[in-house]
């Protein structure tokens, strides 16, 4: 029923660096599990990064080292900080809150 609103998409060139960011209201948000996920044209929808409740964080093998997800439930927000982008990187990029329905997504293009 409550969809989050995803920002901060763009072209880049590889290389560069672009900060995502996740908005979405409802109850319990502290309480619930926040992910990134990205999906190409063509291919299955991918877990990119999760952060927990109590902040942990996961990673997918491609992006470790590169890729940071944060939150801040005061705003209720999470945040996916994208460095040493590639083109493989290139997808529409989804925020998944946990119980909530699926956001529109940000495009993100990396070519030269």
């Known amino acids: 029923q409550v969809q989050p609103v995803e920002s901060g998409g763009g072209l880049v060139q590889p290389g560069g660096s672009l900060r995502l960011s996740c908005a979405a209201s409802?109850?319990?948000?502290?309480?619930?599990?926040m992910s990134w996920y990205r999906q190409a044209p063509g291919k299955q929808r991918e877990l990119v990064a999760t952060?927990?409740?109590?902040?942990?964080?996961n990673y997918a093998d491609s992006v470790k080292g590169r890729f940071t997800v944060s939150r801040d439930n005061a705003k209720n927000m999470v945040f996916l900080q994208m460095n040493s982008l590639k083109p493989g990187d290139t997808a529409v990029y989804y925020c998944k809150v946990s119980g909530y329905s699926w956001g529109q997504g940000t495009q993100v293009t990396v070519s030269s």
């Open positions: 409802g109850s319990s948000f502290s309480t619930r599990g």
């Open positions: 952060t927990t409740p109590g902040g942990s964080t």
